[in-house]
């Protein structure tokens, strides 16, 4: 996790996204400074394998 990507993975699957200024941040937080390593989100992540960008970002995560 870092200013300009996060990575978010389970189970042993992990992606790694790229954060831009257009990327939405939504929950206890409003940036992705607030966002810590070990929290639980949900993101909107689109691209390809290689060229991934978070749309949104949830912290908490919200459940399906």
Do not use: E
Request: proline content about 3%; hydrophobic content about 40%.
């Amino acid at each position: 996790m870092s200013a300009t990507s996060i990575t978010i993975g389970a189970g042993g699957n992990a992606v790694t996204a790229t954060v831009t200024k257009a990327t939405r941040v939504s929950g206890k937080v409003s940036t992705i400074a607030g966002i810590k390593v070990g929290d639980m989100v949900s993101a909107t992540i689109r691209g390809t394998d290689g060229k991934l960008t978070a749309v949104t970002i949830q912290d908490p995560a919200s459940l399906p």
